[in-house]
């Protein structure tokens, strides 16, 4: 299927989950906005490869006045969003007791707050060009809690609700509002959380194995590539009638 003539914005799209996504929206055939830290200009060159647009805005999408800039920027340079992917997120891991209020501020900022500022600013140009698709990267948080991940699963729990409202809200036109909820996927965020368990002195391989045996019963990794595919169906005919849905991608995390 070709999304050929489309733009897609993918928040926090220069490593991870993000990149993977970009990379599926790309290749079919997408231009593409990309978003988040570091330097972009790898990533932009190896998109190019598949011959649409690709762009950049460095919003940091804690801050509602930068997101409004970066949809201005893709209606100037790109005619509008028909795809958003919100992706953007981070984590911390402590208890509700000690956990620092300035990490609860910024992922309810960065990891919820932002999905209602860049949905809110793109919906217009969608419903004006009468077609659109919205996909939340929320996660098995969303649906289910873990210790130590109080802001973490706030925020992905508002993602799901968040989806759902603007999946009815937009329920009669050609624009659909979902959430994928992967599981673990091996991206620098996770990294971190396997290496606070090997600075305990856990072997690597062993605090690996460990990190998703408490959950994954498949006990590998979801990949991005796979999560990409899936935003990719999303946004086909037959995604057209998937509304307000939170889709599990988790190696059978919430079969338990
Ligand atoms: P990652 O750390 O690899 O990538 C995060 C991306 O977000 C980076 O591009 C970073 O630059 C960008 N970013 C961070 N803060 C930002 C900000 N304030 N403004 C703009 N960009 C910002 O993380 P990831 O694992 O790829 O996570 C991506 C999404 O997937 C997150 O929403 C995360 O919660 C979700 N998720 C991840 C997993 C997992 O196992 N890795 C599982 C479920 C859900």
Not at 95 to 114: C, G, K, T
Request: with cysteine; glycine share 12%.
């Amino acid at each position: 299927m070709s999304l050929e003539g489309k733009t897609a914005l993918v928040t926090g799209s220069t490593s991870g989950i993000g990149l993977g996504i970009a990379q599926s929206l790309a290749k079919a055939g997408a231009d593409l906005i990309l978003n988040g830290f570091g330097d972009a200009s790898k990533v932009i060159a190896d998109l190019q490869q598949f011959g649409g647009k690709i762009g950049h805005h460095p919003a940091d999408v804690s801050d509602p006045a930068q997101i409004a800039d970066m949809i201005s920027y893709a209606e100037r340079e790109f005619g509008g969003i028909d795809i958003l992917v919100n992706n953007a997120g981070i984590q911390h891991v402590s208890s509700v007791e000690e956990f620092p209020v300035e990490r609860w501020d910024a992922i309810i900022a960065i990891n919820l707050s932002s999905v209602f500022h860049s949905t809110r600013l793109a919906l217009p140009g969608m419903r004006k060009r009468g077609w659109g698709r919205i996909v939340n990267i929320a996660s098995t948080h969303g649906l289910v809690g873990s210790v130590g991940k109080a802001a973490y699963v706030a925020a992905k729990h508002g993602v799901i609700g968040l989806t759902k409202v603007v999946a009815l809200e937009t329920a009669t036109s050609n624009i659909t509002c979902n959430a994928i909820c992967p599981g673990w996927v091996l991206t620098p965020l996770v990294q971190k959380q396997i290496d606070q368990r090997i600075s305990k002195g856990i072997d690597p391989y062993q605090a690996q194995h460990d990190l998703l045996a408490e959950k994954q019963p498949s006990l590998e990794f979801v990949t991005p590539p796979q999560l990409g595919e899936l935003v990719v169906f999303l946004c086909s005919e037959a995604g057209s009638q998937i509304r307000g849905a939170a889709w599990n991608v988790d190696g059978g995390w919430l079969a338990q």
